[in-house]
């Protein structure tokens, strides 16, 4: 797993994800992950490349999310592909993290 | 039986296990959706077996097999981990808002969405663990 992070307008940090995140992709990337979404406010993560999600993946995601919301930041999620965000809305966080394939819709809820 | 394989108990040895399942599903030539949920299962059902199953840091094997059988295709996990029945265990409650979202718990949630069948025993000091999937 690969991640990459991008500085968009109005703050937003964007996280690029590349890869599985399964066990192995989420401990790759997990303590990167964290040190971003402790240090931003405006976090949106990019999963359009990512191939395979687990609960462990969702529970890093998850977990970030929480964190930003205590400190009154966001996380949104993008463009997941359709087998991604099946698993993401079997697991309910389309209820509690935005998920959306419109970038501009993304940036006005991180705004 | 398919095919059988043998691993340890580390979360390192995920991958093996994933890149079994890989084999077997292209050698099956099953569609895409069955190798993902079966993907999916495997990975759920052994991160619970590597972090929950055992009460000493020691090492263990976890024992996977892959049969078919007449209603589809069936893949039986085997470890020697504390008793569990995942059949019986309870799912977290859907959330409502994000500061309550329970963080853990969701792989159960997936196993009972991907899999078309779940069914548990223990055999001595054996958890058998047994998942169906659709032979497609």
């Known amino acids: ?111 | 039986m398919i095919s059988t394989l043998s691993i340890g108990n580390r979360l390192a040895d995920l991958a093996a296990a994933s890149d079994w399942l890989a084999a077997q599903g292209e050698s099956l030539e099953l569609h895409a959706k069955t190798r993902l949920a079966m993907r999916l299962c495997l990975e759920e059902a052994l991160a619970n077996v590597v972090t929950h199953a055992y009460a000493d840091e020691g090492d263990h094997r976890i024992r996977l097999t892959l049969s078919a059988m007449a209603d589809g295709l069936s893949l039986c996990i085997e470890d020697d981990g504390l008793p569990f029945d995942p059949t019986a265990a309870r799912e977290p409650a859907v959330n409502d808002g994000i500061e309550k979202a329970t963080i853990g718990g969701r792989g159960l949630r997936l196993m009972r969405s991907y899999a078309t069948r779940l069914s548990y025993h223990r055999d001595g000091n054996t958890n058998c663990f047994i998942l169906g999937f659709p032979r497609s």
């Open chain 1, 1 to 111: 797993m690969k991640m990459q992070v991008h500085t968009q307008p109005e703050g937003i940090a964007e996280i690029l994800l590349n890869g599985d995140l399964d066990a192995k992709g989420t401990g790759e990337i997990e303590m990167q992950f964290v040190a971003v979404t402790n240090a931003e406010s405006k976090v949106l993560l990019n999963m359009a490349d990512v191939g395979f999600l687990a609960s462990i993946g969702i529970r890093t995601i998850l977990s970030a999310s929480k964190i930003l919301n205590r400190r009154g930041g966001k996380l949104v999620l993008l463009s997941p592909s359709q087998a991604v965000e099946q698993v993401l809305t079997t697991c309910g966080v389309n209820s509690v993290v935005m998920i959306t394939h419109d970038r501009a819709a993304a940036a006005a809820a991180l705004a």
